[in-house]
């Protein structure tokens, strides 16, 4: 076995990964409507294990970081990814468009530009650093949230099998973070839980990041591949926040003073 190779990649596990099986875990970055001309792979050092770290984009291809009004945002800072094929056509080497969708092909082209819809940071060497979809993007009091990032130190709790953590509203910051949680057998859902898992998340995060709200759950709606569907799960967790279903775990949300 020399490497393995693939996306997503739970930062926290990569070098303990590597460490014990003795070979590299390489990231990387595409997407169907890209295809390979559209990739970025990290497979030159330094890779920045456990950064989420997908490598520097090839010559062939040249790629901005914007924010939602479509303007580049500074290195360091959180922006959508757009990419095209370098030279004259942009679109070499892309998808030909969404079968019998134009207008979806055109939209998706804003700007001669193919508008991926994940959000990147890039680092001080110029490699790129996967954040999160767009969308799953929460904005609480002006901060941006990593769902993933949120959903990764809640696993990592031995009580937790499974998490998708969601935007529910707030009339006051805009976004509150809600995590919807299935346990492990014979564990007890309940508010000593709710407590010790937002605890275990502040040991690990800005508080600000730390679920405001907690929802126990038996299942969650998945994919035919056994993804979540998250558009089904925020709009699950909004009903049970606004029908009282959960547990409030916003006052727990307290910023730490400096050790």
């Known amino acids: 076995m020399r490497f393995g190779f693939g ?28 295809g390979v001309g559209g990739s970025i792979i990290a497979n030159h050092e330094p890779r920045h294990v456990g950064s989420c770290c997908f490598g520097k984009p090839p010559a062939t291809l040249e790629y901005q970081l914007v924010d939602e ?6 290195r360091g800072e959180d922006g959508e990814l757009r990419v095209r094929a370098a030279g004259a056509d942009p679109r070499r ?29 890039e680092g001080p060497d110029g490699s790129l650093h996967f954040v999160d979809r767009r969308k799953n993007v929460i904005r609480r ?18 009580a937790v099998t499974t998490v998708v953590v969601t935007a529910v509203p707030d009339e006051l910051r805009g976004d509150e973070v809600a995590a919807c949680v299935i346990v ?13 898992l937002v605890e275990h ?5 800005a508080y600000y990041k730390a679920p405001g709200y907690l ?45």
């Not at 009004?69 to 500074?74: F, G, H």
């Not at 055109?106 to 994940?118: K, R």
């Not at 009091?141 to 949120?150: D, F």
């Not at 929802?215 to 979540?228: E, Q, R, W």
Request: proline letters at 7%.
């Open 201 to 205: 998340c502040l040991q690990q995060l």
């Open 7 to 34: 996306a997503g990649v739970n930062p926290k596990h990569h070098a303990v990964f590597e460490q014990r099986f003795g070979f590299p875990l390489i990231e990387a970055w595409a997407m169907t409507e890209s």
């Open 69 to 74: 009004n479509r303007q580049p945002v500074a």
């Open 141 to 158: 009091s002006g901060e941006n949230i990593s769902a993933l990032e949120v959903e990764a130190a809640i696993v990592s709790h031995p």
């Open 215 to 259: 929802l126990f759950c038996d299942t969650l709606p998945v994919t035919a591949s056994n993804k979540p569907r998250r558009a089904d799960i925020k709009a699950l967790a909004r009903q049970r926040v606004e029908a009282g279903d959960c547990l409030d775990t916003r006052s727990l949300k307290k910023r730490r003073p400096a050790a």
């Open 93 to 121: 080497g892309f998808f030909s468009g969404y079968l019998k969708n134009p207008e979806a092909t055109e939209e998706v082209w804003q700007d001669g530009w193919l508008n991926t819809g994940d959000v990147v940071r």
């Open 184 to 196: 492990a057998p014979q564990i007890p859902a309940d508010q000593a839980l709710s407590h010790e």
